[in-house]
């Protein structure tokens, strides 16, 4: 058995019932547990997004709209436009589905961990402020715990690598400009190669460079492609019901995967919802665990919003337009090729590949900056901020090799490291979870009598 094969069975195992309960369960734990108030508080998270809370002598590196954008443009990126059509390829248009219900539930958890990253965060030996899953275990469950923090730390520097963003923007590119079959490979290293150099002038800035930039980025690329979807749905409006429809009647008979096998079908949306809002995998609190602010709960808030941006808005349109255009039944490829020819069936004169190549170049950028401070945060754990800087010459590096890859070695690559990562997050989310609540008790009274004062 080769490593494709072996890492191709260790992701089917690992991605079997247990872990989808552990997700989609603990998940739905947190969501009855929270007892839905933090879902009452959506319009004070968006005030708290806008700066109104925030302190400039707050403890932290980033504002809470820093955090959050950094946090969605590690999610809203190739696994909303790459992912989708996965997602519908091998399991057909009942996956969407199934991403929907990991959305809401995600909600909740992102709540939930990001609360935690806040409340349990920590300081390197520079004396910048870090957060994340590993130091809610260790100051939050106690030294004792750390085995499983170091568990967590090194699934996160597999999860975390940008083989699957740096594989879909270098085919996108060859797709898009008909790169002759005999000159791929050559051109893929190529791509690579000019894909780190541009990735490498970002990440080497540190932390407050990759939020400035990522805030200026994520308004830009949602906007974009809102307009782009809405013009292929405009187009083929008499088939939204049809498509609706089509996701709700698919979601409950799997018959486009493991010959109708439901539970497979399910897997299916988790795992590409995962990949798209990584709501329990544990990357989203380290980035919102250096927001300016010692207030949790307000960070929890605001986090809470980023698996409703990212998979309820951009994974819904992405889906909609691939249905809509019909492709999709008859197409042999996966992944971008699929969405590049759903925009091109329906926008005319090629103008789907140009706007589409514009918002991958965007999307796969913001989340190649953003994924390098998950990866380098996880490498300081488990040894130290000195050795910690080398992490970005790496991941660089990473960005080359990923460029001229099979694609299904690396979805299965990065899904063992994301399912990996779920099981200490999860673990001690749930653990810690009375904490929270009991500090969302405290916040939301004084919340209200500040009101009423």
């Known amino acids: 058995m080769n490593i494709q094969e072996l890492v191709a069975t260790f992701s089917g195992w690992v991605w079997g019932i247990p872990l989808l309960i552990l997700l989609i369960g603990g998940g739905l734990t947190l969501f009855i547990y929270s007892g839905l108030i933090p879902f009452r508080y959506l319009g004070h998270a968006v005030n708290i997004l806008r700066g109104k809370y925030d302190k400039d002598h707050s403890p932290g590196d980033l504002t809470h709209y820093e955090a959050l954008s950094s946090a969605i443009a590690a999610t809203v990126g190739m696994g909303n436009i790459s992912g989708v059509a996965i997602a519908i390829a091998t399991g057909g248009p009942g996956a969407i589905f199934w991403m929907w219900v990991s959305a809401f539930v995600g909600m909740a958890t992102k709540f939930f961990t990001c609360s935690l990253s806040i409340m349990y965060r920590s300081k390197d030996e520079e004396g910048n402020v870090k957060g994340g899953p590993m130091y809610v275990i260790t100051e939050g469950l106690g030294k004792k715990w750390k085995p499983l923090a170091l568990f967590f730390a090194a699934a996160g520097l597999i999860g975390t690598l940008p083989a699957f963003q740096a594989n879909q923007l270098t085919q996108t590119l060859i797709d898009v400009f008909k790169v002759n079959e005999s000159n791929a490979e050559t051109s893929k290293l190529l791509l690579g190669i000019t894909i780190a150099s541009i990735t490498a002038a970002v990440i080497f800035g540190g932390i407050k460079r990759i939020g400035k930039i990522a805030g200026k980025l994520v308004p830009v690329m949602v906007a974009i492609y809102l307009i782009t979807v809405l013009a292929i749905l405009i187009l083929k409006i008499e088939n939204i019901p049809s498509i609706f429809s089509l996701i709700f009647t698919d979601a409950f008979s799997g018959n486009a995967v493991m010959g109708g096998a439901l539970g497979a079908l399910i897997i299916t949306g988790v795992k590409r919802a995962a990949f798209s809002n990584e709501a329990g995998l544990g990357t989203a609190p380290m980035m919102h665990g250096t927001a300016k602010t010692d207030e949790p709960i307000r960070e929890g808030l605001v986090a809470m919003l980023g698996p409703a941006i990212d998979t309820l808005l951009v994974c819904t349109l992405t889906a909609l337009a691939i249905l809509a255009s019909g492709v999709w039944e008859n197409f042999k490829g996966n992944?971008?090729?699929?969405?590049?020819?759903?925009?091109?069936?329906?926008?005319?004169?090629?103008?789907?590949?140009?706007?589409?190549?514009?918002?991958?170049?965007?999307?796969?950028?913001?989340?190649?900056?953003?994924?390098?401070?998950?990866?380098?945060?996880?490498?300081?754990?488990?040894?130290?901020?000195?050795?910690?800087?080398?992490?970005?010459?790496?991941?660089?590096?990473?960005?080359?090799?990923?460029?001229?890859?099979?694609?299904?070695?690396?979805?299965?690559?990065?899904?063992?490291?994301?399912?990996?990562?779920a099981i200490p997050t999860v673990i001690s989310t749930l653990i810690l979870a009375p904490k929270v609540k009991k500090a969302a008790n405290e916040y939301f009274k004084r919340l209200k009598t500040e009101k009423s004062s």
Do not use: E, H, Q, R
Not at 360 to 381: D, E, K, N, Q
């Open 335 to 421: 992944g971008i090729s699929l969405t590049l020819s759903s925009f091109d069936a329906v926008l005319p004169y090629g103008i789907g590949s140009v706007i589409l190549t514009i918002c991958v170049l965007i999307f796969a950028f913001s989340t190649l900056f953003t994924y390098s401070f998950y990866g380098y945060s996880c490498l300081c754990f488990l040894t130290n901020t000195k050795i910690g800087k080398y992490y970005n010459y790496f991941y660089i590096l990473t960005i080359v090799v990923a460029s001229t890859i099979k694609l299904k070695f690396v979805i299965n690559l990065i899904d063992s490291g994301y399912a990996l990562m």
